[in-house]
């Protein structure tokens, strides 16, 4: 299950966002986000909730259009939202990367399996057998062989959440995005796929998480960004900004989440 052959050589820049901007109505929530990941690195991004750590990365999935900005992932043409970007340039960022959710977001009348293969299959027209048995690796990679035929109501939140890794890399994106990938997770189950999540950063994964998870993104972040009202607040080692961060306002938010009473 490693990752396809990169673009870019590791440690060259794999995302590059410059000036991401997003608004809904009159709520301005992304007001200038600039972020760079290289090949083979970890970026966590943590913040309060309703700072614009998802919308932000919806964003760079295409699912959420950007107000304005520039995104640019590997070597495929930077997509500028200054102008309104094309169905093909949407698409273009969803063909770099893929996204693992809060809450699954598998399809219900659909089994493992076939929620796995629907993209490759369907968006990326790849040989059907060829899918089929590299889904078939993946499910038994993360212990899953054997619930290749379930439905995602008879699984539980972990394997679910497993599937919607698995349904991800199946696609063979250059970059991985998780959004909160354990907090609908009961506690008991949130080991399992943090410890997928470590195993893909060994292997040299590319990815954006954005977590609350403090301890995981410690061990697994090449750097964290702080996120607050719409705008990265700070950003370095997580070995620097979770101990000695430089800003007050990171400050605050670290006390909070540390000692919440």
Known sequence: MSPIEPTVPAGTPLLDVVGLRKSFGSTEVLRSVDLSVSAGQVLAIIGPSGSGKTTA??????????DGGTITIGRAP????????????????RDQSAMVFQHYNLFPHKTAIENIIEGPLVVQRRPEAEVRAEALELL????????????????????????????????????????????????????????LIKELALEGWTMVIVTHELQFAREVAHEVAFIDGGTVVERGRPDQLLREPQHERTRQFLRRLLHPF
């Open 78 to 93: 930077t997509v500028d939202f200054g102008v309104t970007p094309s169905k093909a340039q949407l698409a273009s960022l």
């Open 57 to 66: 990365l919806r964003c760079l999935n295409g699912l959420e259009v950007a």
């Open 140 to 195: 038994e990679r993360v212990g899953l062989a054997d619930k290749r035929d379930t439905y995602p109501f008879e699984l539980s939140g972990g394997q679910q959440q497993r599937v919607g890794i698995v349904r991800a890399l199946a696609l063979r994106p250059r970059l991985l995005l998780f959004d909160e990938p354990t907090s609908a997770l009961d506690p008991e189950l949130v080991g399992d796929v943090l410890g």
